[in-house]
């Protein structure tokens, strides 16, 4: 038993608790019903009361060796504690066990979850009740969504919480292991039963989905959309047997609005993630929920603190790993790391469900500093890699005298080594699912979130403007079964959760703004396709809009003085976009100003806008720093 539990809690509930912590005859006539016994108040559902101190309650904990794990049984140290950073360190191979009385709905949680030394290590949390089996929690908690693990029943419960250090050194280091911080047991959370997301049963077998998002990728640097070098020998040996979307668009050119709106097929003006501020609303419907809810297992490897649960893209993933730099001991996480992240996942978590695999990349992303292997190919004449610094482009951004031709073509040979190291890291996933027979039953997306500007208006990286360097981006969708083909229809992110939802045969919630485009490669259907895409973006002082249709591209922008400027572009004639004819088709941007208000109007309903917590925030500043975001 653990015996100081309960001290710190405060008021009628300690008293609780305190009863709880006491011997089991005296708990099983307090726990008849829900809540405090007679005329004391209910726990409210989102009340967190703390049951148990994983840190405090170390002293009285049972610590091993875990026996099927001999390899790193005999060296790796037994598990300690550092009460006065709340830190509880499980080393791999070694397991920490408390027995306590697990009230109903009861949660493990914690702070930060992470490796130490050269570990690619998890942390297994099991529940033993002392009348029955073994039930796993999670086989990786730091990838426990929020760091919340759900483990108590309906009704109060003794038994045993297990931690196991799990994993291999990547070296011969005993000193490797899981740190975590603040580990506590909670009761009174939002879970009543055993899983995060408890999923029916799916009828037959859909379909499994991987996307696979490359973060900042512009199409025009992808072999199947036309580029002049191999930067994607995979990604277009993958295309090859793919729907290639050759019109698709970004609903705008930073991160998390991009991948808001693909994951809840709304618009960025209706999903409201939109500023750095902004998280992603809990009443958002995302994919990952509504595929859950159908029987999938859902989950997520990230490597964009953009897109981590601290902005709320956690939302309905069983599963959810964000992959940062002090795990890997760089500042920026590379693919290759991911699809480790991705095996592992796929190897020692996975179920038996069909499942949802969201996989996010930045390698094209700044800094542009790729591995020898594709530098030594692609950007061979550059001979100090630290232009790619976020330092260096950020002083190139802010001075366009230091702008010179060669520079801008050394920058875009270091990202093109970036997309063929992305590419290569591709490839090697898709070797992973043949040889574990993932490949036949499974709809594998490629696309980006937004391009990357090289000067070709002025400017440098992304989130600044929406040109076609930013909203061109590639889409490319491999279906079983279904024929491969190149789709010239304008196409939007809110529409891959609407065909992504369509495939696994889920109804999409009322209001999305996306469209399947099953249409698009079966031909069948009664109404034409619409062929168009909006655009947004509003940044700090930064904003604009686009309409993008097959003829023209309406675009406005807010100039440094604060002028709202509208230009007009020839989509055929002028792809790169460089030839404003505002001017003289002013009746033609009016009109397509018009059409662009109603759609927006006809979208309707927004929701509540959420600023995120300055202090969960913290916990990402460090890695949206090495990308270049603040
Ligand atoms: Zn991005």
């Given at each position: 038993?653990?015996?100081?539990?309960?001290?710190?809690?405060?008021?009628?509930?300690?008293?609780?608790?305190?009863?709880?912590?006491?011997?089991?005859?005296?708990?099983?006539?307090?726990?008849?019903?829900?809540?405090?016994?007679?005329?004391?108040?209910?726990?409210?559902?989102?009340?967190?009361?703390?049951?148990?101190?994983?840190?405090?309650?170390?002293?009285?904990?049972?610590?091993?060796?875990?026996?099927?794990?001999?390899?790193?049984?005999?060296?790796?140290?037994?598990?300690?504690?550092?009460?006065?950073?709340?830190?509880?360190?499980?080393?791999?191979?070694?397991?920490?066990?408390?027995?306590?009385?697990?009230?109903?709905?009861?949660?493990?949680?914690?702070?930060?979850?992470?490796?130490?030394?050269?570990?690619?290590?998890?942390?297994?949390?099991?529940?033993?009740?002392?009348?029955?089996?073994?039930?796993?929690?999670?086989?990786?908690?730091?990838?426990?969504?929020?760091?919340?693990?759900?483990?108590?029943?309906?009704?109060?419960?003794?038994?045993?919480?297990?931690?196991?250090?799990?994993?291999?050194?990547?070296?011969?280091?005993?000193?490797?292991?899981?740190?975590?911080?603040?580990?506590?047991?909670?009761?009174?959370?939002?879970?009543?039963?055993?899983?995060?997301?408890?999923?029916?049963?799916?009828?037959?077998?859909?379909?499994?989905?991987?996307?696979?998002?490359?973060?900042?990728?512009?199409?025009?640097?992808?072999?199947?959309?036309?580029?002049?070098?191999?930067?994607?020998?995979?990604?277009?040996?993958?295309?090859?047997?793919?729907?290639?979307?050759?019109?698709?668009?970004?609903?705008?050119?930073?991160?998390?609005?991009?991948?808001?709106?693909?994951?809840?097929?709304?618009?960025?003006?209706?999903?409201?993630?939109?500023?750095?501020?902004?998280?992603?609303?809990?009443?958002?419907?995302?994919?990952?929920?509504?595929?859950?809810?159908?029987?999938?297992?859902?989950?997520?490897?990230?490597?964009?603190?953009?897109?981590?649960?601290?902005?709320?893209?956690?939302?309905?993933?069983?599963?959810?790993?964000?992959?940062?730099?002090?795990?890997?001991?760089?500042?920026?996480?590379?693919?290759?790391?991911?699809?480790?992240?991705?095996?592992?996942?796929?190897?020692?978590?996975?179920?038996?469900?069909?499942?949802?695999?969201?996989?996010?990349?930045?390698?094209?992303?700044?800094?542009?500093?790729?591995?020898?292997?594709?530098?030594?190919?692609?950007?061979?004449?550059?001979?100090?890699?630290?232009?790619?610094s976020v330092e260096a482009v950020n002083k190139v951004a802010a001075d366009r005298h230091l702008v010179t031709p060669a520079l801008i073509g050394e920058l875009s040979d270091l990202y093109d080594g970036e997309v063929a190291a992305n590419d290569a890291s591709f490839g090697e996933l898709?070797?992973?699912?043949?040889?574990?027979?993932?490949?036949?039953?499974?709809?594998?997306?490629?696309?980006?979130?937004?391009?990357?500007?090289?000067?070709?208006?002025?400017?440098?990286?992304?989130?600044?403007?929406?040109?076609?360097?930013?909203?061109?981006?590639?889409?490319?969708?491999?279906?079983?079964?279904?024929?491969?083909?190149?789709?010239?229809?304008?196409?939007?992110?809110?529409?891959?959760?609407?065909?992504?939802?369509?495939?696994?045969?889920?109804?999409?919630?009322?209001?999305?703004?996306?469209?399947?485009?099953?249409?698009?490669?079966?031909?069948?259907?009664?109404?034409?396709?619409?062929?168009?895409g909006l655009s947004h973006l509003q940044i700090k002082e930064r904003f604009g809009e686009a309409w993008v249709d097959p003829g023209f591209k309406m675009l406005t922008r807010r100039l440094g003085n604060g002028e709202i400027r509208t230009s007009l572009f020839d989509r055929v004639e002028?792809?790169?976009?460089?030839?404003?004819?505002?001017?003289?088709?002013?009746?033609?941007?009016?009109?397509?100003?018009?059409?662009?208000?109603?759609?927006?109007?006809?979208?309707?309903?927004?929701?509540?806008?959420?600023?995120?917590?300055?202090?969960?925030?913290?916990?990402?500043?460090?890695?949206?720093?090495?990308?270049?975001?603040?």
């Amino acid at each position: 038993m653990v015996g100081d539990r309960a001290q710190d809690s405060s008021g009628w509930c300690a008293a609780k608790w305190a009863a709880l912590a006491a011997p089991a005859v005296m708990v099983v006539a307090l726990a008849v019903g829900v809540g405090c016994a007679g005329p004391e108040p209910m726990i409210e559902p989102n009340e967190a009361v703390e049951v148990l101190d994983l840190v405090a309650g170390f002293t009285d904990a049972t610590v091993s060796r875990v026996e099927t794990n001999p390899e790193n049984g005999p060296r790796s140290p037994m598990p300690f504690v550092n009460p006065e950073r709340g830190v509880l360190f499980v080393p791999l191979g070694a397991a920490v066990e408390y027995e306590f009385d697990l009230p109903p709905g009861g949660v493990l949680r914690s702070g930060d979850a992470r490796n130490v030394g050269s570990a690619t290590g998890r942390l297994e949390v099991a529940w033993v009740p002392s009348n029955g089996a073994e039930v796993l929690i999670t086989r990786d908690f730091s990838a426990a969504p929020a760091r919340i693990a759900c483990f108590g029943n309906t009704e109060l419960e003794s038994g045993r919480l297990v931690i196991r250090g799990r994993g291999q050194a990547t070296d011969d280091d005993p000193q490797a292991g899981m740190r975590v911080f603040n580990p506590k047991v909670i009761a009174g959370g939002p879970c009543v039963t055993r899983r995060a997301v408890d999923r029916p049963r799916v009828e037959g077998r859909k379909p499994n989905i991987v996307v696979y998002l490359i973060d900042a990728l512009r199409a025009d640097r992808v072999g199947c959309y036309g580029y002049r070098r191999a930067t994607t020998p995979h990604i277009d040996e993958f295309a090859s047997s793919a729907l290639i979307f050759t019109g698709a668009q970004a609903q705008t050119s930073w991160t998390r609005p991009a991948v808001a709106s693909i994951l809840t097929g709304l618009l960025p003006q209706q999903h409201g993630a939109i500023d750095k501020k902004d998280a992603l609303s809990e009443s958002a419907t995302t994919l990952a929920e509504l595929l859950s809810g159908a029987g999938y297992e859902s989950s997520a490897v990230v490597s964009n603190g953009n897109v981590s649960q601290v902005y709320g893209f956690a939302q309905g993933f069983s599963y959810f790993k964000y992959l940062q730099e002090v795990e890997i001991g760089e500042h920026v996480v590379r693919s290759e790391d991911v699809n480790d992240a991705v095996f592992s996942w796929l190897d020692d978590v996975r179920g038996e469900d069909p499942f949802f695999l969201y996989i996010h990349t930045v390698d094209p992303h700044l800094p542009y500093a790729p591995p020898e292997s594709t530098r030594r190919v692609f950007a061979p004449g550059v001979l100090d890699p630290s232009i790619g610094s976020v330092e260096a482009v950020n002083k190139v951004a802010a001075d366009r005298h230091l702008v010179t031709p060669a520079l801008i073509g050394e920058l875009s040979d270091l990202y093109d080594g970036e997309v063929a190291a992305n590419d290569a890291s591709f490839g090697e996933l898709m070797a992973g699912l043949v040889e574990r027979g993932l490949v036949e039953n499974t709809v594998i997306v490629v696309l980006s979130d937004h391009g990357e500007e090289f000067f070709d208006h002025q400017g440098w990286t992304h989130g600044n403007t929406l040109y076609a360097e930013m909203l061109d981006v590639p889409l490319i969708i491999r279906i079983p079964g279904v024929a491969p083909k190149s789709i010239p229809e304008i196409v939007q992110h809110v529409d891959v959760f609407s065909t992504l939802l369509d495939l696994a045969g889920v109804e999409a919630q009322p209001g999305v703004f996306g469209t399947s485009v099953r249409q698009l490669w079966s031909g069948d259907s009664e109404r034409e396709w619409i062929n168009r895409g909006l655009s947004h973006l509003q940044i700090k002082e930064r904003f604009g809009e686009a309409w993008v249709d097959p003829g023209f591209k309406m675009l406005t922008r807010r100039l440094g003085n604060g002028e709202i400027r509208t230009s007009l572009f020839d989509r055929v004639e002028d792809p790169s976009e460089h030839v404003d004819l505002a001017e003289e088709r002013s009746e033609l941007v009016r009109a397509l100003m018009v059409r662009y208000r109603e759609e927006l109007a006809a979208a309707g309903g927004s929701l509540e806008g959420v600023e995120v917590d300055a202090e969960r925030e913290a916990e990402v500043e460090a890695q949206l720093r090495a990308l270049g975001y603040l």
